[in-house]
């Protein structure tokens, strides 16, 4: 097993400190909690609040990508090949494709891997799986951080390292959120372990377990065999590359930890430094949460730099502009020291066509003396009924409407018998004294179209 490095970590329910256990295979274990966390490879803490709830999530999530892979290779094999560059196109992503299965599941084999009941149950209890943090949602990273990327990641490194220049301050322990598969994070830790003419350490989070694997992976010295599939690919070669993912340079100064950045299980007051990149935009939470639990986590007088674009989905008043990121800053207690715009080159793969560039907003701010007590109570915490399936689950107010919500979609899929027709339903749902006909009729027909569109969606029916 792994060395594992137990003073850059801690439980992200109270944040006290973890120990080794004596099983085998060994666990973290926060015993006034009395909770275990899984160690992924035998090194890699997997420090999630809730680690099973987490690990049934995240299998799903590859389940249910390893079954997109089925049906996309599938479809490369049955596809009709008129022309004879059709056919060869499709025959080499097909053979990607398998080949790609097969590297997921030797580097995700932690995660037992259920491609049969993913999809079903989801279908089930109605919920949906995630798109934009699935399993395989950030794999053009893997392959800018070590393989083709090197001059993407020197110019972001570049840019960091002259911001905080400007403000001179002594950076032993950083702390990279979003931290992806870590090149950006290996990068930054040699340089400014070189400039300081001592070894800094820099402790790396991400949610994703593939992207915290290769991370892990290259922080210890290892390959890993990884293919890539190219937008816009350049030639047949280009249409499914496999590389050969190696850093020679282990480094015990990097820390990689698998979790989620809303429950940041580090030490409180520990870092002087947090950086998040290409993160805020993305993170499915109001930046002021995000902005507690980097607090928490910073030193008093600590820095915190932001740097990536504010590309955001979701409601408009929570697509934060430059100008409102500042001010929230400044009323969470910080002094912003420095913002500007820059413009990088953003995943530019030699093996593909589709090369843009990105402005991005860099803001360092510090944190003050007299901001949020690092011991108030969290307020993203679990309910304790949903770590402990003993407990009874409270019916509450949002659970009432739900249950409501639920009864009268179950009745509006009842009445679909193969023979009803849309007035039909209309007319029914007039007798039961839910709504006028007339009314019924548009309503009907929004939500059936909507349950077509995610059925369709869901197995890949093109209408």
Same mark, same amino acid.
Request: negative net charge.
């Given at each position: 097993?792994?060395?594992?490095?137990?003073?850059?970590?801690?439980?992200?329910?109270?944040?006290?400190?973890?120990?080794?256990?004596?099983?085998?295979?060994?666990?973290?274990?926060?015993?006034?909690?009395?909770?275990?966390?899984?160690?992924?490879?035998?090194?890699?803490?997997?420090?999630?609040?809730?680690?099973?709830?987490?690990?049934?999530?995240?299998?799903?999530?590859?389940?249910?990508?390893?079954?997109?892979?089925?049906?996309?290779?599938?479809?490369?094999?049955?596809? @009709?090949?008129?022309?004879?560059?059709?056919?060869?196109?499709?025959?080499?992503? $097909?053979?990607?494709?398998?080949?790609?299965? @097969?590297?997921?599941?030797?580097?995700?084999?932690?995660?037992?891997?259920?491609?049969?009941?993913?999809?079903?149950?989801?279908?089930?209890?109605?919920?949906?799986?995630?798109?934009?943090?699935?399993?395989?949602?950030?794999?053009?990273?893997?392959?800018?951080?070590?393989?083709?990327?090197?001059?993407?990641?020197?110019?972001?490194?570049?840019?960091?390292?002259?911001?905080?220049?400007?403000?001179?301050?002594?950076?032993?322990?950083?702390?990279?959120?979003?931290?992806?598969?870590?090149?950006?994070?290996?990068?930054?830790?040699?340089?400014?372990?070189?400039?300081?003419?001592?070894?800094?350490?820099?402790?790396?989070?991400?949610?994703?377990? %593939?992207?915290?694997?290769?991370?892990?992976?290259?922080?210890?010295?290892?390959?890993?065999?990884?293919?890539?599939?190219?937008?816009?690919?350049?030639?047949?070669?280009?249409?499914?590359?496999?590389?050969? %993912?190696?850093?020679?340079?282990?480094?015990?100064?990097? +820390?990689?930890?698998?979790? @989620?950045?809303?429950?940041?299980?580090?030490?409180?007051?520990?870092?002087?430094?947090?950086?998040?990149?290409?993160?805020?935009?993305?993170?499915?939470?109001?930046?002021?949460?995000? %902005?507690?639990?980097?607090?928490?986590?910073?030193?008093?007088?600590? %820095?915190?730099?932001?740097?990536?674009?504010?590309?955001?989905?979701?409601?408009?008043? $929570?697509?934060? $502009?430059?100008?409102?990121?500042?001010?929230?800053?400044? $009323?969470?207690?910080?002094?912003?020291?420095?913002?500007?715009?820059?413009?990088?080159?953003?995943?530019?793969?030699?093996?593909?066509?589709?090369?843009?560039?990105?402005?991005?907003?860099?803001?360092?701010?510090?944190?003050?003396?007299?901001?949020?007590?690092?011991?108030?109570?969290?307020?993203?915490?679990?309910?304790?009924?949903?770590?402990?399936?003993? +407990?009874?689950?409270?019916?509450?107010?949002?659970?009432?409407?739900?249950?409501? *919500?639920?009864?009268?979609?179950?009745?509006?899929?009842?009445?679909?018998?193969?023979?009803?027709?849309?007035?039909?339903?209309?007319?029914?749902?007039? *007798?039961?004294?839910?709504?006028?006909?007339?009314?019924? +009729?548009?309503?009907?027909?929004?939500?059936?179209? +909507?349950?077509?569109?995610?059925? *369709?969606?869901?197995?890949?029916?093109?209408?």
């Amino acid at each position: 097993m792994k060395q594992v490095d137990t003073t850059q970590i801690a439980c992200p329910r109270c944040k006290g400190s973890l120990g080794l256990t004596s099983t085998n295979p060994p666990r973290l274990q926060c015993q006034p909690c009395k909770v275990t966390f899984p160690l992924l490879h035998g090194g890699l803490p997997f420090l999630y609040e809730n680690p099973n709830s987490a690990m049934l999530d995240w299998r799903a999530r590859l389940g249910y990508a390893m079954q997109e892979l089925d049906s996309e290779r599938l479809l490369a094999k049955t596809t @009709d090949q008129q022309l004879p560059g059709t056919a060869a196109r499709m025959q080499r992503l $097909s053979d990607g494709l398998q080949k790609h299965q @097969d590297e997921l599941k030797q580097i995700l084999n932690v995660l037992e891997i259920d491609t049969n009941t993913a999809r079903e149950m989801h279908q089930v209890l109605g919920t949906s799986l995630p798109t934009h943090h699935g399993v395989l949602s950030y794999m053009p990273l893997i392959f800018r951080d070590w393989v083709w990327g090197q001059s993407e990641t020197n110019l972001t490194a570049d840019h960091i390292i002259k911001v905080l220049a400007n403000h001179s301050q002594q950076l032993d322990q950083i702390l990279v959120l979003g931290a992806g598969a870590g090149g950006l994070a290996y990068e930054l830790q040699q340089r400014i372990s070189e400039q300081a003419h001592t070894s800094i350490t820099v402790t790396t989070i991400d949610s994703n377990p %593939l992207l915290s694997l290769i991370a892990w992976h290259m922080a210890n010295g290892s390959t890993v065999e990884l293919t890539e599939f190219p937008d816009a690919p350049l030639s047949l070669e280009d249409i499914a590359v496999t590389h050969h %993912l190696t850093n020679s340079n282990a480094n015990e100064h990097i +820390k990689v930890i698998c979790a @989620d950045a809303m429950h940041l299980p580090v030490p409180l007051d520990h870092f002087d430094l947090v950086l998040t990149p290409w993160l805020i935009d993305v993170i499915d939470a109001p930046l002021t949460t995000l %902005l507690q639990q980097i607090t928490r986590a910073l030193k008093p007088e600590g %820095l915190w730099l932001n740097h990536g674009p504010l590309g955001y989905s979701g409601h408009p008043a $929570s697509r934060l $502009s430059a100008i409102e990121i500042s001010e929230l800053t400044q $009323s969470s207690g910080y002094d912003v020291l420095s913002t500007e715009h820059v413009r990088l080159p953003y995943l530019e793969s030699p093996h593909g066509a589709a090369h843009r560039s990105e402005r991005l907003f860099t803001q360092l701010a510090r944190r003050g003396e007299s901001v949020v007590d690092s011991t108030d109570a969290d307020t993203t915490v679990t309910p304790e009924w949903m770590i402990d399936a003993s +407990k009874p689950v409270p019916f509450t107010p949002a659970f009432k409407a739900q249950l409501t *919500n639920t009864r009268i979609h179950g009745f509006v899929m009842g009445l679909i018998n193969g023979e009803r027709s849309i007035n039909e339903m209309a007319r029914i749902m007039e *007798n039961e004294r839910l709504m006028p006909a007339e009314q019924a +009729k548009p309503a009907l027909k929004g939500f059936l179209r +909507k349950m077509l569109e995610e059925a *369709n969606t869901a197995e890949g029916v093109n209408r």
